[in-house]
């Protein structure tokens, strides 16, 4: 385990709310990829059953802030300014997995998109775009 | 006015019915949301403080992905008191606006509104807030599929989507 991958899993471990859902990090170059394995605890509709939506929001908004933090090697993470989440299927009761793209990171707002699938990459459940407030140690950095 | 059946937000019982419907969500179990008030359409819902659903262990704050899953779940319960009659909904979108954290150690209450119901997509909007929804926490906007299993069997979209 690199030096980065031990400061992210430390840092993630720590969140108390990813250790409530179950979330797991693996760091491959700096691409990060966030597993949610499937729990009961996850369903919002036990009929089908299908994730609760905002499980799946709430995954992709780790993996966005998450994401933003090793990219822009800041030590904190990011406040959300705001998010939009399109919901494009069912969240089977599976694992689920996130990734998450920096689009642009200016001097105080960061732009960064994120999906979530399950069994095929190609067929993402959802999508999320967002805007961070750049971390301060960031923001002072490049001004 | 023609005579079309009564919403199903009507009626002196559809705070117990509502109730039933979000204590069967396992996830809204788990987060503990309750429903508190509905009034006049608007859905009022709130989850109790617990550091456990915190975003970070410092300041205790509640992760955003707890207010997201509060905000999903009143709308969708705003989308269903304005039907007619009682159906699945499934959300299209959510945007989210974050105005400030959450206060730490404090419950957190949203309300939703929905404003517009068609034969197949509800618009919903709710805010989020401790005290006062003048003072809010963030404004979601949100669309939601009415009847999102067209009356077919409820799970039969998920058909030929098998692994």
């Known amino acids: 385990m690199s030096e980065t991958h031990a400061r992210l899993a430390a840092a993630l471990a720590r969140i108390p ?103 095929r990459r190609s067929e993402p459940i959802a999508v999320l775009h967002g805007h961070f407030l750049v971390a301060d140690d960031v923001a002072n950095e490049s001004s | 006015m023609a005579a079309g059946p009564p919403l199903y937000g009507a009626g002196d019982d559809v705070f117990e019915r509502v109730r039933t419907m979000m204590q069967w969500t396992p996830q809204g179990r788990a987060l503990g949301l309750e429903l508190v008030r509905i009034d006049n359409g608007k859905v009022l819902g709130r989850i109790p403080y ?69 034969k197949n997509v509800a618009f919903v909007r709710a805010i989020a807030f401790e005290d006062a929804p003048e003072n809010a926490i963030a404004h979601a906007a949100s669309a939601f599929m009415v009847n999102s299993n067209s009356g077919r069997r409820i799970g039969a979209n998920l058909r030929g989507n098998k692994p």
């Open chain 1, 17 to 119: 709310y990813a250790g409530f859902l179950g979330v797991s990090a693996e760091l491959k170059g700096d691409e990060l990829t966030l597993s949610l394995p499937y729990g009961e605890h996850l369903v919002g509709n036990p009929l089908l059953p299908a994730l609760h939506g905002g499980v799946v929001g709430a995954l992709m908004e780790l993996t966005a802030l998450t994401q933003l933090a090793i990219t822009s090697k800041s030590e904190h993470f990011s406040k959300t300014i705001d998010i939009g989440i399109d919901f494009l299927r069912s969240g089977r009761p599976v694992e689920t997995y996130a990734r998450a793209r920096v689009i642009k990171i200016g001097r105080r707002i960061a732009n960064v998109q994120a999906e979530a699938w399950q069994h």
């Open chain 2, 50 to 118: 617990r550091a456990q659903l915190a975003g970070d262990p410092e300041s205790g704050i509640f992760a955003g992905g707890v207010i997201t899953t509060l905000l999903d779940q009143v709308c969708g319960m705003a989308a269903v008191v304005a039907m007619r009659e009682p159906a699945v909904v499934a959300t299209i979108d959510l945007r989210i606006d974050y105005m400030r954290p959450a206060a730490a150690g404090r419950d957190v209450f949203a309300e939703a509104h929905c404003y517009k119901i068609g």
